[in-house]
């Protein structure tokens, strides 16, 4: 409760603070600063962004962020503002010139007749020229060690290119040597451009041990006189080969491992392929910084994080699988579909949907060839309709299972030493006779982030996503009780546990629904009032229509912008989760100043919960 009520709490000591607003005025030829002009400081204006006692931007503008009394009226260079419930204001994109600007901050008391302002601030701030383009030294040897590449560790398979660049003084002669072999020229791209590339290979197809690659530059057009007359360095990334005929065998470990599509810089990770458990083998072909390439079948390659995997032992071999038979029958969880599958093998299973919008599985074996002539599917078996196999690729069997229902609702994957169980769930069945669809149904709900170590996105009042959060889940609990639900909590109080447990914690509550709760945020260098509005994120094709479901509610009972509905999303309490229909709600965001005043509104969170309880049961309904 003490939480609870912290964000009333901290309003009413801020609520003494007054807004501003600024007008660009030419610039006293003094050092530039943010400072208040001959009114005495006060606590009722202060400015947030720019926090820097004497900012400076090459930019053509600056963005203004500041607090004040709520209910003030603030101008910020001469514009009026919104003063938001927090008493926060904003004015994004203020156009600066070059050199000293003064932007003049405005505030007049809640309730003033007069446009007299009462209190002010001047931010003084210095517009730089943009830096100079980089120009390479003509009259010397110069090498910019920053652009070596490759600049992580390398591993490739015979005839693999590696690829090789680097900026250097333009029109000279530059080579490079990969470890053990010959130096190889690498050309200059385009005229003069100081930017010099190459694709080499190893000239033979045994193992090499991974060293930097060495790099020379060597004065072709330059004065006699200059010097020196060659550089020699190498590359920051150590480069190797691994042949081709040795299977490199490596195990996942204790805690999975997630197989990636490709190395990308990407937020959350992914795009993922697949989710393997502890014991399966994979065959390495190559190694990129941090990463292991391994190859699933002739066609197919996927990454995987080295620190997943440990070396198998020296007796292992990878399985090379074919199965005859698949057979389906009902169990008390519902129906369970058996593929003969030795220990080790590596597979996929993801949800697809139809274009006519039916939902089925696919289960993607790998190191396999199709010798299924027996499909027994027994008269236990209630929720399949059909199961159908395929040679998808050279060593890819693909299973498709396709239930009676058009919907979906949940799968889980078990692994035995002979045999991959894929169990389908039926949807819940649902009380007739109770006013809300949801009454006798479990849902397990997650408030993101948590503790001191992962507070989550923080906006201009101070108040950390992480509380925001868990006061929004607990009153979609309460929402959630009133309607007859159960309701288990993934995280209590103020605890952090890890992002794979919160899912463990998810599976193992049995729950018929699955909803986390987070506030977004975006990047503030474009602008604080740039990005708003509430957003639901799933992952799997078969948790989308719920996805809908909630954001229609969201919008219509809050108000907020439509931020959309977001596929594919790799949180990953929400790509672990199957066995249930997954979302994640994103309030709004907290890094504009308007949707922080709406979620630190205990109104409009209570508007926030209803609208996900509401969305929740339409799903419900719509499957009924």
Same mark, same amino acid.
């Given at each position: 409760?003490?939480?609870?009520?912290?964000?009333?709490?901290?309003?009413?000591?801020?609520?003494?603070?007054?807004?501003?607003?600024?007008?660009?005025?030419?610039?006293?030829?003094?050092?530039?600063?943010?400072?208040?002009?001959?009114?005495?400081?006060?606590?009722?204006?202060?400015?947030?962004?720019?926090?820097?006692?004497?900012?400076?931007?090459?930019?053509?503008?600056?963005?203004?962020?500041?607090?004040?009394?709520?209910?003030?009226?603030?101008?910020?260079?001469?514009?009026?503002?919104?003063?938001?419930?927090?008493?926060?204001?904003?004015?994004?994109?203020?156009?600066?010139?070059?050199?000293?600007?003064?932007?003049?901050?405005?505030?007049?008391?809640?309730?003033?007749?007069?446009?007299?302002?009462?209190?002010?601030?001047?931010?003084?701030?210095?517009?730089?020229?943009?830096?100079?383009?980089?120009?390479?030294?003509?009259?010397?040897?110069?090498?910019?060690?920053?652009?070596?590449?490759?600049?992580?560790?390398?591993?490739? *398979? +015979?005839?693999?290119?590696?690829? =090789? @660049?680097?900026? &250097?003084?333009?029109?000279?002669?530059? !080579? #490079?040597? $990969? %470890?053990?072999?010959?130096?190889?020229?690498?050309?200059?791209?385009?005229?003069?451009?100081?930017?010099?590339?190459?694709?080499?290979?190893?000239?033979?197809?045994?193992?090499?041990?991974?060293?930097?690659?060495?790099?020379?530059?060597?004065?072709?057009?330059?004065?006699?006189?200059?010097?020196?007359?060659?550089?020699?360095?190498?590359?920051?990334?150590?480069?190797?080969?691994?042949?081709?005929?040795?299977?490199?065998?490596?195990?996942?470990?204790?805690?999975?491992?997630?197989?990636?599509?490709?190395?990308?810089?990407?937020?959350?990770?992914?795009?993922?392929?697949?989710?393997?458990?502890?014991?399966?083998?994979?065959?390495?072909?190559?190694?990129?910084?941090?990463?292991?390439?391994?190859?699933? *079948? +002739?066609?197919?390659?996927?990454? =995987? @994080?080295?620190? &997943?995997?440990?070396?198998?032992?020296? !007796? #292992?071999? $990878? %399985?090379?699988?074919?199965?005859?038979?698949?057979?389906?029958?009902?169990?008390?969880?519902?129906?369970?579909?058996?593929?003969?599958?030795?220990?080790?093998?590596?597979?996929?299973?993801?949800?697809?949907?139809?274009?006519?919008?039916?939902?089925?599985?696919?289960?993607?074996?790998?190191?396999?060839?199709?010798?299924?002539?027996?499909?027994?599917?027994?008269?236990?078996?209630?929720?399949?309709?059909?199961?159908?196999?395929?040679?998808?690729?050279?060593?890819?069997?693909?299973?498709?299972?396709?239930?009676?229902?058009?919907?979906?609702?949940?799968?889980?994957?078990?692994?035995?030493?002979?045999?991959?169980?894929?169990?389908?769930?039926?949807?819940?069945?649902?009380?007739?006779?109770?006013?809300?669809?949801?009454?006798?149904?479990?849902?397990?709900?997650?408030?993101?982030?948590?503790?001191?170590?992962?507070?989550?996105?923080?906006?201009?009042?101070?108040?950390?996503?992480?509380?925001?959060?868990?006061?929004?889940?607990?009153?979609?609990?309460?929402?959630?009780?009133?309607?007859?639900?159960?309701?288990?909590?993934?995280?209590?109080?103020?605890?952090?546990?890890?992002?794979?447990?919160?899912?463990?914690?998810?599976?193992?509550?049995?729950?018929?629904?699955?909803?986390?709760?987070?506030?977004?945020?975006?990047?503030?260098?474009?602008?604080?009032?740039?990005?708003?509005?509430?957003?639901?994120?799933?992952?799997?094709?078969?948790?989308?229509?719920?996805?809908?479901?909630?954001?229609?509610?969201?919008?219509?009972?809050?108000?907020?912008?439509?931020?959309?509905?977001?596929?594919?999303?790799?949180?990953?309490?929400?790509?672990?989760?199957?066995?249930?229909?997954?979302?994640?709600?994103?309030?709004?965001?907290?890094?504009?100043?308007?949707?922080?005043?709406?979620?630190?509104?205990?109104?409009?969170?209570?508007?926030?919960?209803?609208?996900?309880?509401?969305?929740?049961?339409?799903?419900?309904?719509?499957?009924?």
């Amino acid at each position: 409760m003490k939480l609870k009520r912290a964000p009333q709490r901290l309003l009413a000591v801020l609520c003494a603070l007054v807004a501003a607003a600024a007008a660009v005025q030419p610039a006293p030829p003094a050092a530039a600063s943010a400072a208040a002009d001959t009114t005495p400081a006060s606590p009722m204006l202060a400015l947030l962004s720019p926090a820097e006692p004497q900012p400076t931007t090459t930019r053509e503008y600056v963005n203004v962020l500041g607090r004040t009394a709520p209910g003030a009226s603030v101008r910020v260079g001469g514009e009026p503002v919104t003063v938001f419930a927090t008493g926060v204001f904003a004015r994004d994109r203020v156009p600066l010139a070059l050199g000293p600007n003064r932007i003049l901050i405005e505030a007049s008391p809640p309730g003033a007749s007069a446009p007299t302002p009462t209190q002010t601030l001047m931010l003084d701030i210095e517009r730089l020229p943009p830096p100079a383009p980089v120009v390479w030294p003509a009259d010397r040897l110069f090498v910019n060690g920053a652009s070596l590449r490759p600049a992580e560790a390398l591993t490739v *398979a +015979p005839g693999e290119a590696v690829e =090789v @660049a680097v900026q &250097a003084t333009p029109g000279q002669h530059v !080579e #490079a040597r $990969l %470890p053990g072999q010959r130096w190889q020229r690498v050309p200059e791209a385009g005229v003069a451009s100081g930017r010099y590339l190459a694709r080499l290979r190893f000239d033979r197809a045994g193992d090499v041990a991974a060293a930097p690659l060495q790099l020379r530059l060597l004065a072709q057009r330059l004065p006699r006189s200059a010097r020196p007359r060659q550089i020699t360095t190498e590359t920051p990334g150590a480069v190797g080969q691994w042949r081709g005929d040795t299977a490199r065998l490596f195990v996942v470990g204790a805690d999975g491992a997630g197989l990636l599509h490709g190395l990308h810089e990407v937020r959350l990770g992914g795009p993922f392929l697949a989710e393997l458990p502890a014991g399966t083998l994979l065959h390495a072909t190559g190694r990129r910084g941090a990463h292991l390439r391994v190859q699933l *079948a +002739p066609d197919t390659t996927a990454w =995987v @994080a080295e620190a &997943a995997l440990a070396p198998a032992a020296p !007796e #292992a071999s $990878l %399985p090379q699988t074919s199965f005859t038979s698949i057979t389906a029958s009902g169990s008390a969880e519902g129906d369970v579909i058996s593929l003969p599958l030795p220990a080790g093998a590596a597979y996929a299973v993801n949800a697809v949907s139809t274009p006519d919008g039916r939902q089925l599985l696919e289960v993607e074996v790998f190191g396999a060839h199709h010798a299924t002539t027996w499909v027994s599917q027994r008269a236990t078996a209630r929720l399949l309709r059909e199961l159908h196999v395929e040679q998808a690729g050279p060593g890819r069997v693909r299973v498709r299972i396709t239930p009676v229902a058009p919907r979906l609702w949940g799968w889980r994957v078990e692994r035995t030493a002979t045999a991959l169980r894929v169990l389908l769930r039926p949807a819940p069945l649902l009380d007739p006779t109770a006013a809300s669809p949801l009454a006798g149904l479990r849902v397990a709900l997650e408030a993101g982030h948590g503790s001191a170590d992962n507070r989550g996105a923080v906006g201009a009042t101070g108040v950390p996503e992480k509380d925001i959060n868990r006061w929004t889940t607990e009153a979609l609990q309460a929402e959630l009780l009133a309607a007859g639900a159960q309701v288990v909590m993934v995280r209590e109080g103020d605890d952090n546990p890890s992002l794979r447990e919160r899912a463990r914690r998810v599976d193992a509550s049995q729950a018929e629904l699955f909803v986390s709760v987070h506030a977004n945020a975006a990047d503030t260098g474009g602008g604080f009032l740039r990005v708003a509005g509430a957003s639901t994120y799933f992952k799997h094709a078969n948790h989308r229509e719920l996805a809908a479901a909630v954001q229609r509610r969201l919008l219509e009972q809050t108000g907020l912008t439509d931020f959309g509905v977001v596929g594919n999303f790799n949180y990953t309490p929400l790509r672990l989760t199957t066995w249930m229909p997954a979302v994640l709600v994103e309030q709004a965001f907290v890094t504009h100043p308007g949707d922080e005043a709406n979620l630190l509104d205990p109104t409009l969170r209570a508007r926030l919960a209803r609208a996900v309880r509401m969305g929740l049961e339409d799903h419900l309904r719509s499957g009924r």
